[in-house]
């Protein structure tokens, strides 16, 4: 009988701790009438168990198969041992060993917990807390590892007898839940007025009237503080605005549920999945033509961001009382989203009637991370709660790296070992508010993955707040990686391509090797360098930074190139705005190249093209009018491209759409639909890349297109790049783990610098 027995010793890498895994193995282990033991390790959980081979087999078959929903196991070694003649089934204290376990990102309600929350007869009922091994804040409120609570911000609430019997009991789905908490022992809310006294009465009715009542109340989330008012009263929304002094950005909704959000949006199979996922997104959906949400909510705009609600306060606020809240960020304009109480306080006392708050502390700032659907997958534009810190898994592992991003929409990446982390999202680091928060993230990357980078890698632009900070750190290597190149790699890493691939760049500004901005760029390259093997040609960028927020200063840079001094004669209403000695000056600037830098930009081309188009002539938030753009060009009708010209200098493509400008500029004087211009200029821009990338695959051999930079958020552009490319027979590769603006760039940079060996400014032309 003995001979019949087997032993095994399966390690398992990955996110198994904090997530209900060692309970898991507990009971499948008494399914499958197996003896041995289960416990937590640095790298995380370490299993022996023995019993009849073909039990063993169920077993380990059902450890991936049936491992709990916050689980990713990213390792699992079997391997066979002596057989001890164990019957019973353990779970051990963690051993010692380095910490190399994963931390589960943020977690939205599980269905457990949501019924619980809504039972009148649950110890927990309408408990804004509630949580459990299968859901709960983690990344957000840890401060140390191990993952225990003495190192979350739960650590000065001691469990009541109630909650430490269930913390610990394997059988319960709170063994080792470290948030576990009740209205007996753990947190509580607190509904005050701006100024900070106590609001009389229980905190969620009062919360619920005011907002009934049309007031803007700043509630506290889970990496930070909303901003919240009721999505159907204009007036409401209109003075949110008006105290965020924030004129046209879209604000995003919460709804209860999935019907309530058909109420008023577009969703498909992909965007419902997207929605109702446990990361909780506030994902980009199309606003139904007559709807009840406010109109200043998403003014001049097709879209509303929505998201579900992501923890249990939500739900209480919105359940039963609301079809929709704004819940736009917790910050004043440019500023990151404000997340400790007094910072709360002080930053929103101006915006906000009243403070929903509690005790229990926020550690990581996150905003919440927004996708929009691409193909099947989320496209991301922010990627932040509820995704960090998953790791992306490396084509292969040498040093650990700290990469620190570029400027806008700045995102840090470590790595350790075959994965890169890649932070929340941050913000323009143009202050030192953002700067302060780059610093606070890195240390708390760096504390739950217990990795010392040995090299730190930034954009090579000298000016970057990122990149003084890098040369700051002291005894670390630094290594100045193109913004372009950078964009490739994410690319490519993400898809976990190797060897050389093109790299279509298309994005706002980055830092060129010739000191010139760069954004419409053709690469062909791999980790180790590049080859800048195509081109937008050199425009100039009148007043530079200017011309970012004017639009109508790029469309005159274009028009120059055409009609010269006669360009103010065409009548068109971007020009019609200028004024005399204005257009004396930029005619100036423009002709003896006065504070106008080159630029090959494609962001900035866009925006010449919105401003002809008389989408719009200057922008209130990034990205602006590149978005409006989309907008009206998704009602427009696919016709012929315009013309463009691609010409070849010292071996390399190079694009002129002065063509396009000509014909799109002459066609709308003579009356043709904006809609349909501004369809085709997408279909210009595709078509004139998949040519240049035609030519380059002659030239180059690679057939292999990576698609990276900001302007890739754009749907459309992306829908006929694909499509075109795919029909001429290349690869074509996208990113759906990663944001394809500079939120995604660390992990270029990461990979670049790991690949690299010597520390040196790359540079291969
Ligand atoms: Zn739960
Ligand atoms: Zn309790
Ligand atoms: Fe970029």
């Not at 199309?286 to 998201?307: C, D, I």
């Not at 050199?538 to 930074?545: A, I, K, M, R």
Request: charged share 20%; net charge negative.
């Amino acid at each position: 009988m003995v001979c019949d027995i087997k032993r095994i010793r399966l390690e398992i890498e990955g996110i198994v701790q904090g997530v209900g895994f060692r309970p898991f193995v507990y009971r499948l282990a008494a399914r499958h009438c197996l003896g041995g033991w289960v416990r937590n390790t640095g790298r995380g959980v370490l299993i022996e168990a023995e019993g009849k081979p073909e039990n063993l087999a169920l077993f380990r078959e059902a450890i991936s198969s049936e491992a709990p929903p916050l689980a990713v196991i990213t390792g699992l070694r079997c391997s066979e041992q002596v057989p001890a003649g164990e019957t019973g089934f353990a779970i051990l204290a963690s051993g010692g060993g380095e910490s190399r376990a994963m931390i589960s990102p943020d977690c939205d309600v599980c269905p457990d917990c949501l019924a619980e929350l809504f039972d009148p007869t649950d110890r927990r009922y309408r408990y804004p807390f509630i949580n459990c091994t299968n859901c709960g804040p983690r990344y957000s409120i840890i401060t140390g590892i191990p993952y225990d609570r003495p190192f979350t911000t739960m650590a000065p609430f001691a469990m009541c007898p109630a909650c430490r019997a269930e913390y610990d009991d394997p059988a319960s789905r709170r063994f080792h839940a470290q948030p576990n908490a009740c209205p007996a022992c753990g947190p509580h809310l607190r509904l005050t007025t701006a100024a900070g006294d106590d609001v009389a009465g229980d905190p969620l009715d009062g919360a619920i009237r005011l907002l009934r009542e049309g007031r803007i109340l700043a509630v506290k989330g889970v990496g930070g503080y909303h901003l919240a008012v009721d999505a159907g009263n204009e007036e409401g929304v209109r003075e949110l605005r008006r105290r965020k002094q924030r004129d046209e950005k879209p604000f995003a909704l919460m709804a209860p549920t999935l019907e309530a959000i058909s109420c008023f949006a577009l969703v498909d199979e992909t965007e419902a999945r997207l929605l109702s996922g446990t990361e909780r997104p506030i994902v980009i959906l199309r606003k139904k033509e007559a709807n009840a949400v406010a109109p200043s909510v998403a003014p001049a705009n097709g879209y509303f961001g929505v998201m579900l609600p992501a923890t249990p306060l939500h739900y209480l606020l919105l359940r039963g009382n609301f079809s929709a809240l704004v819940m736009t960020s917790g910050n004043v304009t440019d500023e990151p989203i404000a997340f400790r109480d007094d910072e709360a306080r002080n930053r929103l006392a101006g915006i906000a009637d009243a403070f929903l708050t509690h005790d229990r502390e926020i550690h990581a700032r996150l905003d919440d991370s927004v996708v929009r659907v691409f193909q099947g997958n989320p496209l991301f534009l922010r990627r932040s709660r509820g995704y960090v810190p998953r790791g992306v898994l490396l084509p292969a592992s040498q040093t650990n790296v700290l990469a620190v991003g570029a400027e806008l929409k700045a995102a840090v990446c470590l790595t350790r070992g075959n994965r890169a982390f890649l932070s929340q999202h941050i913000g323009d680091l143009k202050n030192t508010a953002t700067l302060a928060s780059l610093d606070e993230t890195v240390i708390h990357l760096q504390r739950l993955l217990d990795v010392q980078p040995a090299v730190v890698a930034h954009d090579l632009h000298p000016d970057y707040l990122s990149t003084a900070y890098a040369g700051r750190i002291a005894d670390l290597p630094a290594l100045a990686v193109q913004h372009h190149h950078a964009h490739l790699a994410s690319c490519m890493a993400e898809n976990g391509l190797d060897g050389e691939c093109i790299g279509v760049i298309f994005d706002g500004t980055g830092y060129g090797l010739d000191g010139t901005i760069w954004g419409g760029e053709f690469l062909v390259g791999d980790y180790r360098g590049f080859r800048r093997a195509g081109q937008f040609c050199y425009v100039p960028l009148p007043g530079g930074d200017a011309a970012v927020r004017e639009p109508f200063r790029m469309a005159i840079s274009w028009l120059h190139r055409t009609y010269g001094a006669k360009l103010f004669d065409l009548p068109l209403p971007c020009l019609a705005e200028v004024g005399e000695p204005e257009r004396g000056i930029l005619l100036r600037m423009l002709e003896r190249g006065i504070n106008s830098p080159s630029t090959s930009s494609c962001g900035r081309l866009f925006d010449a093209a919105a401003a002809i188009l008389g989408v719009r002539s200057r922008i209130s938030y990034e990205g602006q009018a590149a978005i409006e753009l989309e907008a009206l060009a998704e009602e427009g009708a696919p016709g012929e491209p315009f013309p463009f010209v691609v010409s070849a200098e010292d071996d390399r493509q190079v694009l002129d759409f002065a063509p396009l400008f000509k014909a799109m500029t002459e066609e709308l004087i003579a009356g043709g639909g904006r809609a349909g211009l501004a369809r085709r200029f997408h279909v210009t821009i595709a078509l004139a890349a998949a040519t240049v990338c035609d030519e380059i695959r002659t030239n180059s051999g690679a057939n292999r297109v990576a698609l990276s930079g900001g302007v890739f958020q754009n749907r459309l552009l992306s829908e006929e790049m694909v499509n075109l490319l795919a029909a001429r027979g290349f690869d074509v590769y996208t990113h759906r783990l990663v944001p394809p603006n500079d939120g995604g760039l660390a992990l270029g940079q990461a990979v670049i610098a790991e690949w690299s060996n010597a520390p040196f400014p790359q540079s291969l032309r």
